[in-house]
């Protein structure tokens, strides 16, 4: 049987015993999911396919330690949150935006009016431009709980803060995105 016809748990098994086709066939699975939940994070393409790569070869080098081949998409996942969380915390400091991008940035989110589009897909592209302009810890913890579906705990544990204190940030960016949302929306 061909490793494509395969589900996600026998192929994992073939993984383990070093089948190359199967690590082929999961890579391609599961790239653009975890291409996308590390962009969510570092926001940079390259840092965010680097990140990907980096996670699939740690995936696959420590595949034995994956007691049930269930859950290999989550497991990747949270592979992929936690580095590129890494990533971003050792690089938040020297992160510089030229001023044209963020001009572009600010006119593109208040800015939004393609004719021809559905309104709820204008709408959907509007939260998700406006998260992009909170904060980092705002951003991030909202991406996590919203779009990744951590619940606190999870997140608390990512990245690296209280129970409580990651509730709270959480109810700040929520409330943080509706006062950005009622301005744009109004506009």
Request: proline share 1%.
């Given at each position: ?9 026998a192929?994992?098994?073939?993984c ?21 939940a ?14 990907m790569?980096d ?17 290999f998409?989550?497991?990747?996942k949270?592979?992929?949150i ?9 690089n938040?400091?020297?992160i510089?935006v030229p ?19 559905e ?14 302009t ?5 951003r991030?913890?909202l ?30 960016a ?14």
């Amino acid at each position: 049987m061909k490793s494509t016809q395969l589900n996600t748990e026998a192929l994992v098994e073939l993984c383990k015993s070093g089948d190359r086709a199967a690590q082929l066939e999961l890579y391609r699975r599961y790239y653009k999911v975890m291409y996308n939940a590390s962009f969510r994070i570092v926001k940079n393409s390259d840092d965010a396919e680097d990140i990907m790569q980096d996670a699939f070869l740690m995936a696959f080098t420590k595949l034995n330690t994956l007691n049930n081949n269930t859950v290999f998409g989550s497991w990747l996942k949270r592979i992929v949150i936690n580095n590129s969380f890494q990533h971003f915390n050792k690089n938040k400091k020297n992160i510089r935006v030229p001023i044209e991008d963020a001009l572009n940035e600010t006119k593109e989110t208040t800015n939004v009016t393609d004719i021809g589009e559905e309104n709820s897909d204008l709408q959907v592209r509007q939260v998700l431009k406006t998260i992009h302009t909170l904060k980092d810890n705002y951003r991030i913890a909202l991406t996590l709980n919203l779009i990744d579906g951590y619940d606190y705990e999870e997140i608390s544990e990512i990245m690296g803060m209280s129970y409580g204190n990651c509730r709270t940030t959480i109810s700040r960016a929520k409330e943080r995105l509706r006062q950005k949302l009622k301005k744009v929306m109004t506009y």
